[in-house]
């Protein structure tokens, strides 16, 4: 990737994506990020799905956020995401934990019982 691509996530608030990876065999686009926030608090995992869905033209709901990794005192936060091709497909890769952080749990567990 030679640009660097820039999403506003709000006024100061803006993340930059370090790489880009596509993963056929799970079919998700894999993002390593970085959050400026200087004399901000650390985006919530909602705005940061909501403003990279919104980039990346998907719906936020196969758009995950697997950590957010912020620096004492710089303003800067590191955080891996996984855009996936469908939701559907998100659901059965992602581990329940982290459909947990992101209100989905409960989908999982709805269909391993079938």
């Known amino acids: 990737m030679s ?5 506003e996530i709000s006024e100061g608030v803006w993340v930059e994506v370090l790489s880009e990876r596509r993963n056929e065999t799970l079919k998700r686009l894999e993002l390593d990020v970085l959050v400026h ?3 901000k608090s650390t985006p919530s995992r909602t705005s940061l799905r909501e403003a990279l869905a919104k980039a990346y033209s998907k719906p936020v709901d196969t758009v995950y956020i697997k950590y957010i990794k912020g620096e004492y005192g710089v303003g800067l936060s ?3 995401v996984h855009i996936y091709d469908t939701h559907d497909v998100a659901v059965k890769v992602e581990p329940t934990y982290i459909l947990a952080r992101h209100g989905e749990a409960e989908k999982k567990q709805a269909k391993s019982k079938k």
Do not use: D, G
């Open 3 to 7: 640009e660097v691509k820039k999403v």
């Open 78 to 80: 590191r955080a891996h």
């Open 37 to 39: 926030h200087e004399l």
